[in-house]
C-alpha cells in the first residue's frame, strides 16, 4: 500500500472554498497513482471532446492524482472506490444539488469510513473512531446546539483537508478550473 495520509492539512488551507459557487460535485483524491493509472484502472479511455453528465477530469495533483466530476457521483460508488483504492489509499467528497454530502475513505479496495461532512458523528464507518482525531482537529465534531442552524458552515473545506489528511494528495483550486485538468472521459460504463 501507497504511504499516505501523513498530511496535516487544515480547514484554513482550503479557506478558497469559500468564494467557490460550484453547488453539485464529487472530487475524489488518489494517492500514488498517475491520472494514466486512474484511467486504466476504471477502464476508461481519455476523449478530449467529452463534456455533459458523467464527464470526468483527471490530473496529477501533489501526491498522486484527483478526479473531479461535476454534477455526479462516481468517485463514491462502491465498484469505483475499490478500484481506485486497490494497494492505496483514496478519498472521495461528493455533494447534490441539495448540500447532501458524503465523505468516502477506503484502504486497499476496502472502505474504512462513510460519512456525511456535515454530521459526521453520523457515521456507517467500518472503523468509526478511525478518524476520530482529525475530525476534532478539523473542527467536523463541534457540541451539536439545536438552536443553531448554521453551527458548521465550513464542513466542505474541512472535508477537503480531511481527505488531503486520509491519502496525502492536495486538491487546489487551479485542479477546478475549466479545462486545467489534462484527461477528460465518460465515467459511464
Not at 459557487?21 to 476504471?42: K, V
Request: with cysteine; glycine share 10%; charged share 25%.
Amino acid at each position: 500500500m501507497s504511504a499516505a495520509g501523513k498530511s496535516k492539512a487544515t480547514t484554513g488551507e482550503y479557506a478558497w472554498w469559500g468564494q467557490s459557487r460550484w453547488p453539485e460535485f464529487c472530487f475524489s483524491f488518489i494517492a500514488g497513482l498517475t491520472p494514466e493509472d486512474l484511467l486504466r484502472r476504471l477502464g476508461l479511455t481519455e476523449d478530449p471532446d467529452q463534456e455533459g453528465f458523467a464527464t470526468v477530469e483527471v490530473g496529477r495533483a501533489e501526491g498522486g492524482s484527483v478526479m473531479v466530476e461535476w454534477g455526479g457521483a462516481a468517485g463514491i460508488l462502491r465498484d469505483v472506490v475499490r478500484d481506485l483504492s486497490a494497494g492505496t489509499s483514496m478519498a472521495s467528497i461528493s455533494r447534490n444539488v441539495n448540500h447532501h454530502s458524503h465523505f468516502v475513505h477506503a484502504i486497499d479496495g476496502r472502505t474504512v469510513a462513510y460519512l456525511d461532512p456535515m454530521f459526521p458523528h453520523w457515521t456507517l464507518s467500518a472503523d468509526p473512531g478511525r478518524l476520530r482525531q482529525d475530525l476534532e482537529e478539523l473542527g467536523m465534531l463541534p457540541e451539536f446546539d439545536p438552536d443553531d442552524d448554521d453551527f458548521f458552515p465550513q464542513y466542505i473545506e474541512a472535508a477537503l483537508a480531511l481527505a488531503e489528511r486520509c491519502t496525502g494528495v492536495r486538491l487546489e483550486r487551479r485542479h477546478l478550473q475549466p479545462g486545467a485538468l489534462p484527461y477528460c472521459t465518460s465515467i459511464a460504463r
